[in-house]
């Protein structure tokens, strides 16, 4: 099989099985057997990152010279933070470089059949949700889930007595589920170990689908998009319905637009959120349109240490705003080669590409108001993979007249 479909087709969506099911193992090892360290769970995440890279650079060939140049952007960037702070910050290295690898890797696995790839993860991963949902007691004791996050660090003590139960902390909303209360049932996680993770994984599911729906089947189209709905609904994912919702409203208008238009999608995601926040609409407190003014919190401190990224933000924390975690990690410029760098590459694509790019605005544009969970290793690379695939079909599928000096797609894998 490897001969014949080429490495980067059967490694890649191993790769991403495993940066979506490694917490999950990892929990299931410290809950059963030994306690996990933060250390081994960055040695695993680093094994991926360097899958990652091995797969991405194994061909390198002058269609991938762009991300190659954001990687190292980035990497110059971060190294330089770390001097002028005087502290090395792996994670925001992690969350930066794992678009420009994994955009890589969606490009080498340029024969595989993506939306057959993404309707198997999808009906895999339902599989474990309804196991959650109908036996829950033997998913804790598999995976003892609040203790595995308290003890890497990512959770505090205090929360481990929230929800009343081994789940995550947001596993029981306070005021009971916001998309069709089901007596019962929680908000599920699946692999993913915590509910936000699955909501985003479903949201980048369907937008892969979508952007790829003219070489799908009807069938096969509204199988893929039912089970992201469903899972939408068992993560009780706000957010990720939302952004379903609006990549289905837009996909014909798309169409007839320029891809590099794009680029207007985020601000005016944050227009919206400001002009949410003047008129003083929703609460202010709390979940939901409380999370607009988090955000809009964050604007309003922004001075020349955040912009150089040298300064904190001043808030308890930025979970709830991917733009002010953004800011506070890797200041102004990581800010702008993460938000500008896939459209202005991207600017001239054509046919999935271009859907997917659109796509992608709306969800960080989304994420930068309401979350900074779009940035975690659980979903990210299948976001950045899609990507990747999505540009080497564009220019397969692109006449040979308007191919880049790179040749074509197929001499080059053979």
Known sequence: MIARHGLADWAAPWLIAAAVTFNFGLCAVHTNLRGITSLEIIAVEAMILAGAAALGFIRPDI?????????LLQTSWLVFLWVARGEAQLKPLRD?????????????????????????????????????????????????????????????????????????????????????ELPGLHRLSSVF??????????????????????SMGTAQLCLGLLTSLLLIWLSDGRMALGVLLLCILV??????????????????ALLTGW???????????????????????VLSQIDFGVLAGLGGLGLPSTVDTGLGYLLETQGLVGFMIFWLAPILICRDATGPAKSFIYFLSIYFGAGFLLSGAQFTIKTAPLLWFVLGHAVITAYQRAPQQQRTAAGDVVAMAN
Not at 151 to 176: M, Y
Not at 275 to 297: K, N, S, V
């Open 193 to 214: 170990l915590e509910p936000v993770s699955l909501g985003m994984y479903a949201a980048i599911s369907s937008m892969g689908l979508l952007a790829f729906r003219r």
């Open 251 to 268: 996909a014909p208008v798309i169409e007839r637009m320029p891809a590099w238009f794009a680029i207007f999608i985020v601000p005016a």
């Open 63 to 71: 269609l991938r010279s762009p991300w190659l140049l954001v990687f």
């Open 96 to 180: 930066a470089v794992i678009m420009p690898l994994f955009i890589l890797v969606g490009m080498s696995a340029w024969r595989l059949d993506i939306a057959r790839v993404l309707l198997r993860a999808n009906l895999a991963i339902l599989a474990f949700a309804v196991f959650e949902a109908l036996f829950v007691d033997n998913y804790l004791a598999a995976c003892n889930v609040i203790d595995y996050f308290i003890s890497k660090g990512s959770t505090p003590e205090f929360q481990r007595d929230i929800s009343g139960t081994d789940l995550f902390v947001s596993g029981i909303r306070p005021n009971g589920r916001f998309l069709f």
């Open 275 to 297: 002009t949410f926040t003047l008129l003083g609409l929703g609460a202010q407190t709390g979940e939901g349109t409380a999370r607009f003014y988090t955000t809009m919190a």
